[in-house]
């Protein structure tokens, strides 16, 4: 495996979370300090090395060995294999992450804007971050949001100096469409809600060399989910019970059990 080829299998295999092998090294320390096993518990590279090469790279020793290097020449990881702090925030800015149930208030808060095409790189940031803060499309150039973040966006649009081009509005009702269906329509949740239950359908028949990947999928599903407020969400949402499966830790867990018979 080289380059683009490399890169295309850890993102298929992740679930497109992680791309390369640096980060995919940083992601398995990460979920043995989660699970309560101190990396150094491994006692020599030559051990965990192997586990790697089990794990996930089918024994690619050099692909391995440049990608650890790597990792520490960037002050990612230290030499007892603990992630410092530049390697928890390298993840932080990969993974998604759960947040604690939003109350709703009722309304709608609009973004909407008219950004002229000589300033697209502009109007790509402000959809990147209208994505990344869970807006949703409801037309091709209106995001909407459940969640007051307009103060997110003045500030955003104030830097870029592209105000004369957004306007920021609130309403509390969006046509003569239910809320609860508005939102289904605009973030698919059902789609996404039934990711979760194949999720947690999955999670219950895994054998052990599934129980990583399954962590990476989850992470997938909650980066498509917007993580609205209840009062929006499905009566049967299965996110929280996905949350709760994870946070308990069974695949750690299980992870910790098998890592111990390979160290």
């Given at each position: 495996?080289?380059?683009?080829v ?8 992740s ?12 992601f398995?320390l990460?979920?043995?300090g ?16 192997g586990?790697?090469s ?8 050099r ?24 390697g928890?925030k390298?993840l932080?800015n ?7 149930q939003?109350h709703?208030?009722?309304k709608?808060?609009?973004v909407?804007f008219?950004i002229?095409e000589?300033?697209k790189?502009?109007?790509?940031i ?9 807006f ?10 459940p ?6 966006i ?9 105000e004369?081009?957004?306007i920021?509005?609130?309403?509390d ?12 329509r ?23 060399s ?8 989850y992470?997938s599903i909650l ?5 609205l407020p209840?009062?929006l ?11 709760q499966l ?6 750690k867990?299980k ?9």
């Open positions: 495996m080289k380059g683009e490399l890169r295309k299998w850890i993102l298929k295999k679930c497109e979370i992680i791309a390369t092998p640096v980060d995919l090294i940083l398995t990460f979920m043995l989660e699970a309560g096993l101190h990396p150094e518990a491994a006692h020599s590279f030559t051990l965990l090395h586990r790697f089990q794990l996930w790279l089918e024994g690619k020793d692909i391995i060995r440049n990608a650890i290097y790597k990792a520490r020449n960037k002050n990612w990881i230290k030499k007892d294999w603990k992630l410092t702090l530049e928890k390298r932080e990969i993974l998604p992450s759960f947040l604690p939003k709703w208030d009722k709608w808060y609009l909407i008219d002229p000589k300033i790189r502009k109007r790509d402000l959809r990147e971050n209208l994505k990344l803060l869970g949703g499309q409801l037309q091709a150039s209106v995001w909407i949001s969640i007051n973040y307009l103060k997110n003045e500030q955003l649009i104030k830097d870029y100096d592209i004369s081009y957004v920021l509005s609130e309403t009702k969006l046509g003569k469409e239910n809320s609860q269906l508005l939102a289904n605009i973030w698919q949740l059902e789609k996404i809600n039934n990711k979760y239950a194949e999720f947690i359908s999955n999670w219950k028949k895994a054998n052990k599934e129980f990583f990947w399954l962590n990476l999928k992470y980066k498509e989910d917007p993580q209840k009062e969400l499905p009566e049967d949402w299965h996110g929280e019970k996905a949350h994870i946070s308990k830790g069974p695949i867990f992870l910790i059990e098998d890592l111990k018979q390979n160290i």
